[in-house]
Each structure stands twice: as structure tokens, then as C-alpha cells.
């Protein structure tokens, strides 16, 4: 049995980042983006799941065969969200028997090794948590998280579906840890409930987070900084991530 494997949602196309390559493979400081994954989290995840478009599916397939990590390729015939995204695999993993499912969006690079190593801990004792995620607080942030009095995820603002965003608040890092029951019980209950988002009108993760309040243990722990939670999306995010990961 495979303790933990990681699936990365990685059909998009850079089109934001003028990328003649599919996205996951555009370079950041001359290495792709894939590799920045791998060499982060190989230590403690046991076999990548890359989810592609059909369009991309060749040229990732290639790269694929000249890295070490053990990998596997699944097909996103549509661009209908994250969540669609998260799911395609699921019956092919059932198989592995993992007992943890990581998820990571391509783009997010700059994680550092540091709060990688407090979740890997953190799933190993958090007692029957089944959703554990790192969250850092960011001015003009992308996703905020909002919380009741006992800390408590009460709701979720994103600013890609055009809600009101607070000045200061706790954005995610496109990082999230779900045990096997919540991965391949609960995720696809979520994801009959589920609608589309306002505005991007995709099948959405993020309001995962919420729902598993009412049927399990979620658990958030603090990021290490707040460059962190930056995706690659832009040429300025592009440059901002690349002189981030000199300096550290």
C-alpha cells in the first residue's frame, strides 16, 4: 500500500503567462515548473499523478520519461475546474489503497521545504483530521478564509469569482492533504452537491473546505512566508517567484 500520492491539476494552458508550452512545464529561472514539484515533495509522497489536457498530454508524457519519480498521466478532456480535475483519477488510485491523498496546484513553486516537512508531520499526528492544508496571512489576498469566533472555517472568499476581499486575510497555498476517506468518500459526495462559481462558472475546490466542516476534522497550520502562497500566473508573479527562490 502507497502511504501518500500527490495529484497535481495541471491542465492549464499559461495563456496569462504568454507560455508556448503547457504551463506546467513553462521554466522558472531555466527549470520547469514539474521539477520545482518534484524535487519539493519527493521526499515524502510516493507517486505523482499529473492531470493534463488532452493538448499537453504528449509533450508532459516526455518530460515524464526523463525524471525519477515514479509518475502517472491522467486525461482532463475539459477545462471545468479544479475539483473535475482532483476527481479523474479516482478509481485508478482506489486500486493503490493510499492512505493519504496530497493535492497541488502546478503553479505553486515557492513552498518551502520547511512548511512541507510541518504537514507531512502534522498528517502523520493529527488525530483523525481528514482535511489538513497550510494557510499564511497576506495583504490583498487571492483566497481568505473566513472563521467564527472558535476558528472554525465558517466561509471562503475568492477573488477569481469576484466576492469582496479583505485588505489583510488567510490565503491558502494551493497545498491540501486529505486522508482516504475524504478523498474517495467524501470528496465525491461534495461533488454531487456542489455548483458552479459565480463567475468562472468551473466545478471549484476551494468551497471543500467549508463543507468538511459539517462531516470531519479540518486542520490548518501556519505557512512560513507569504511569497508562499504565489502562484505563476502572470510575467510579473513569474519574476517576483524567480528572484524569491534565488534568495532563499
Same mark, same amino acid.
Given at each position: $500500500?502507497?502511504k501518500? %500520492?500527490?495529484?497535481?491539476?495541471?491542465a492549464?494552458?499559461g495563456?496569462?503567462l504568454g507560455a508556448?508550452?503547457p504551463?506546467?512545464?513553462v521554466?522558472v529561472?531555466?527549470q =520547469?515548473m514539474l521539477d520545482?514539484?518534484?524535487?519539493?515533495y519527493? =521526499? *515524502? +509522497?510516493d507517486l505523482?499523478v499529473? *492531470? *493534463?489536457?488532452p493538448g499537453? #498530454?504528449?509533450e508532459?508524457r516526455r518530460?515524464l520519461g526523463t525524471v !525519477?519519480? !515514479?509518475?502517472?498521466? @491522467?486525461l482532463?478532456?475539459?477545462p471545468?475546474?479544479?475539483?473535475d480535475?482532483?476527481?479523474? =483519477?479516482?478509481?485508478e488510485l482506489s486500486?493503490?489503497? =493510499?492512505a493519504?491523498i496530497w %493535492? /497541488?496546484?502546478c503553479?505553486? %513553486?515557492a513552498v518551502?521545504?520547511?512548511t512541507v &516537512?510541518k504537514? @507531512?508531520?502534522?498528517t502523520?499526528?493529527a488525530a483523525?483530521?481528514?482535511?489538513v492544508?497550510p494557510?499564511?496571512q497576506r #495583504?490583498h489576498p487571492?483566497? &481568505?478564509?473566513?472563521?467564527?469566533k472558535?476558528?472554525?472555517?465558517?466561509?471562503?472568499?475568492?477573488q477569481?469569482?469576484g466576492d /469582496? $476581499?479583505p485588505? %489583510?486575510?488567510?490565503?491558502?497555498?494551493g497545498?491540501?492533504v486529505? !486522508?482516504?476517506s @475524504?478523498?474517495f468518500d467524501?470528496?465525491?459526495?461534495?461533488?454531487?452537491?456542489?455548483g458552479?462559481g459565480?463567475?468562472?462558472? #468551473?466545478?471549484?475546490?476551494l468551497p471543500?473546505?467549508?463543507w468538511?466542516?459539517?462531516?470531519? +476534522? *479540518?486542520?490548518s497550520l501556519p505557512?512560513?512566508?507569504?511569497?508562499e !502562497?504565489?502562484?505563476v500566473? /502572470?510575467?510579473?508573479?513569474?519574476?517576483?517567484?524567480?528572484q524569491w527562490l534565488?534568495?532563499?
Amino acid at each position: $500500500m502507497m502511504k501518500r %500520492i500527490m495529484i497535481i491539476p495541471a491542465a492549464g494552458t499559461g495563456s496569462r503567462l504568454g507560455a508556448s508550452a503547457p504551463k506546467v512545464l513553462v521554466r522558472v529561472n531555466g527549470q =520547469p515548473m514539474l521539477d520545482y514539484l518534484f524535487e519539493l515533495y519527493a =521526499p *515524502v +509522497v510516493d507517486l505523482f499523478v499529473v *492531470v *493534463v489536457s488532452p493538448g499537453a #498530454e504528449e509533450e508532459v508524457r516526455r518530460f515524464l520519461g526523463t525524471v !525519477s519519480v !515514479s509518475t502517472r498521466v @491522467a486525461l482532463q478532456q475539459e477545462p471545468t475546474g479544479m475539483l473535475d480535475a482532483i476527481l479523474i =483519477p479516482t478509481e485508478e488510485l482506489s486500486e493503490l489503497r =493510499p492512505a493519504q491523498i496530497w %493535492i /497541488t496546484w502546478c503553479d505553486q %513553486i515557492a513552498v518551502c521545504s520547511q512548511t512541507v &516537512h510541518k504537514l @507531512a508531520q502534522a498528517t502523520n499526528n493529527a488525530a483523525g483530521a481528514r482535511l489538513v492544508f497550510p494557510t499564511i496571512q497576506r #495583504e490583498h489576498p487571492y483566497i &481568505h478564509f473566513q472563521r467564527d469566533k472558535s476558528g472554525v472555517i465558517t466561509g471562503i472568499a475568492q477573488q477569481r469569482e469576484g466576492d /469582496t $476581499m479583505p485588505q %489583510i486575510g488567510e490565503n491558502d497555498m494551493g497545498l491540501f492533504v486529505l !486522508s482516504d476517506s @475524504a478523498y474517495f468518500d467524501l470528496l465525491p459526495c461534495f461533488s454531487r452537491e456542489t455548483g458552479l462559481g459565480d463567475e468562472t462558472k #468551473e466545478r471549484n475546490f476551494l468551497p471543500f473546505t467549508v463543507w468538511m466542516q459539517r462531516h470531519g +476534522v *479540518v486542520q490548518s497550520l501556519p505557512g512560513t512566508h507569504y511569497l508562499e !502562497s504565489i502562484g505563476v500566473n /502572470t510575467q510579473a508573479e513569474l519574476k517576483q517567484i524567480e528572484q524569491w527562490l534565488l534568495d532563499r
